[in-house]
């Protein structure tokens, strides 16, 4: 009998810490720009150097304004002397025995984010974070039981994007060459609408045709429900939209996702109705966890497809990934199937999401930083021992 596969943990060495010169990464262009005036380009140089400084580090990595050789060496010394371009440190790297490979990123302020690669037969996600811990505090996610320290920046957003791109050799690959990470996933730590001036910046960038050049339909942006900011999100970002819906009820879904307190079902469907491009090419998908013995009777099933009754849509079906001191546990596998049968037989598509990465606690729901989970260990410890 062969040994078991293990996950492949790479821990990454510690770079020195940047300096505080402003950051080029995730500005937009008009930010450029004046970033460029500033430090004496010539007002009829300022677009082609806007141009050619977001050629280099979206559509080939750079990583150093010395790679940018194009540019004369005295704008590459002005560029280098005022400003810098910086990827978040990777702290580990792993690789699940499925291919998914999770991201541990130190950011500014020493703080941490995960991202998450998923390889699939015919396209590749990255998951990307928009906060460092989240507020929405849903007792089945592991993310949301670690407290929110801050919005992710615009920078620090993209360059989750440049740091799985790099570490997939993804950069000047010739046209016509199948893309590694073919879709964005905003479905990692935080709430994306809780941070929407970064978000929307950050994913333009991404689906710049001059810059990392995904299709704005190849962007998926998930949100708990902040029913304010989703007609905004179509408005001004136009990606694909997913909601985390997981109950059918307001009382069940108030417990699972407490944002349901302040904007309840019927004003959320509202929103997902009203929502700009809404059409059968385009839909929104419904995100829905299945709890044993909560949200998974076949009741539940009939009173969601009755809710979504109109919304061109798909529902997701996530079988529950567990994490340690988690209050739920996963729905039987006949169960699921039960309850995707009705949601199908209604004319609706429910795909069953298979778990990937949860050797590594990859999994939907199971983003947590490292520096957290300790934290949390070693209080658990003291307190069992009374230390």
């Given at each position: 009998?062969?040994?078991?596969?293990?996950?492949?943990?790479?821990?990454?060495?510690?770079?020195?810490?940047?300096?505080?010169?402003?950051?080029?990464?995730?500005?937009?262009?008009?930010?450029?720009?004046?970033?460029?005036?500033n430090i004496g380009t010539p007002e009829k140089q300022l677009n082609m150097r806007v141009n050619q400084i977001w050629g280099w580090m979206y559509q080939k990595g750079a990583t150093s304004f010395d790679d940018m050789t194009n540019l004369s060496k005295d704008f590459r010394a002005s560029l280098a002397e005022n400003f810098q371009i910086t990827r978040p440190e990777i702290v580990t790297r792993q690789i699940s025995t499925d291919g998914t490979r999770k991201y541990l990123l130190r950011i500014a302020g020493g703080h941490e984010v995960e991202a998450v690669y998923?390889?699939?037969?015919?396209?590749?996600?990255?998951?990307?974070?928009?906060?460092?811990?989240?507020?929405?505090?849903?007792?089945?996610?592991?993310?949301?039981?670690?407290?929110?320290?801050?919005?992710?920046?615009?920078?620090?957003?993209?360059?989750?994007?440049?740091?799985?791109?790099?570490?997939?050799?993804?950069?000047?690959?010739?046209?016509?060459?199948?893309?590694?990470?073919?879709?964005?996933?905003?479905?990692?730590?935080?709430?994306?609408?809780?941070?929407?001036?970064?978000?929307?910046?950050?994913?333009?960038?991404?689906?710049?045709?001059?810059?990392?050049?995904?299709?704005?339909?190849?962007?998926?942006?998930?949100?708990?429900?902040?029913?304010?900011?989703?007609?905004?999100?179509?408005?001004?970002?136009?990606?694909?939209?997913?909601?985390?819906?997981?109950?059918?009820?307001?009382?069940?879904?108030?417990?699972?996702?407490?944002?349901?307190?302040?904007?309840?079902?019927?004003?959320?469907?509202?929103?997902?109705?009203?929502?700009?491009?809404?059409?059968?090419?385009?839909?929104?998908?419904?995100?829905?966890?299945?709890?044993?013995?909560?949200?998974?009777?076949?009741?539940?099933?009939?009173?969601?497809?009755?809710?979504?009754?109109?919304?061109?849509?798909?529902?997701?079906?996530?079988?529950?990934?567990?994490?340690?001191?988690?209050?739920?546990?996963?729905?039987?596998?006949?169960?699921?199937?039960?309850?995707?049968?009705?949601?199908?037989?209604?004319?609706?598509?429910?795909?069953?999401?298979?778990?990937?990465?949860?050797?590594?606690?990859?999994?939907?729901?199971?983003?947590?930083?490292?520096?957290?989970?300790?934290?949390?260990?070693?209080?658990?410890?003291?307190?069992?021992?009374?230390?």
């Amino acid at each position: 009998m062969s040994a078991p596969i293990t996950p492949d943990l790479v821990t990454i060495p510690r770079k020195q810490s940047p300096d505080s010169k402003p950051d080029l990464i995730g500005l937009r262009r008009d930010a450029l720009k004046t970033a460029f005036a500033n430090i004496g380009t010539p007002e009829k140089q300022l677009n082609m150097r806007v141009n050619q400084i977001w050629g280099w580090m979206y559509q080939k990595g750079a990583t150093s304004f010395d790679d940018m050789t194009n540019l004369s060496k005295d704008f590459r010394a002005s560029l280098a002397e005022n400003f810098q371009i910086t990827r978040p440190e990777i702290v580990t790297r792993q690789i699940s025995t499925d291919g998914t490979r999770k991201y541990l990123l130190r950011i500014a302020g020493g703080h941490e984010v995960e991202a998450v690669y998923i390889p699939e037969k015919n396209r590749g996600t990255l998951c990307i974070s928009s906060q460092i811990g989240c507020t929405l505090t849903c007792p089945f996610c592991h993310t949301g039981t670690q407290k929110l320290v801050r919005n992710l920046t615009a920078g620090e957003i993209v360059s989750q994007i440049l740091i799985a791109r790099d570490d997939l050799e993804e950069w000047d690959k010739p046209a016509g060459d199948k893309r590694l990470i073919s879709n964005i996933v905003l479905m990692g730590m935080g709430e994306p609408l809780y941070n929407f001036d970064n978000v929307r910046d950050a994913m333009l960038i991404a689906m710049d045709n001059e810059g990392i050049s995904l299709s704005r339909r190849r962007i998926t942006l998930s949100t708990s429900g902040v029913v304010p900011e989703i007609i905004r999100t179509g408005a001004e970002i136009g990606c694909m939209l997913a909601i985390s819906f997981h109950a059918t009820t307001d009382d069940i879904r108030d417990k699972l996702v407490p944002i349901n307190r302040k904007h309840k079902i019927a004003e959320l469907l509202q929103a997902c109705r009203d929502y700009p491009r809404l059409s059968n090419s385009e839909r929104i998908t419904f995100e829905y966890v299945m709890l044993k013995g909560i949200n998974d009777s076949n009741a539940d099933a009939r009173r969601l497809v009755k809710l979504i009754s109109g919304i061109p849509a798909k529902i997701n079906l996530i079988p529950f990934n567990p994490w340690p001191g988690s209050p739920y546990a996963r729905s039987d596998w006949e169960r699921i199937e039960a309850f995707a049968d009705i949601v199908n037989d209604a004319g609706y598509a429910s795909p069953i999401r298979t778990p990937r990465g949860e050797d590594i606690m990859a999994a939907c729901g199971q983003l947590k930083s490292a520096t957290e989970r300790q934290r949390k260990s070693a209080k658990k410890i003291a307190q069992e021992t009374g230390t």
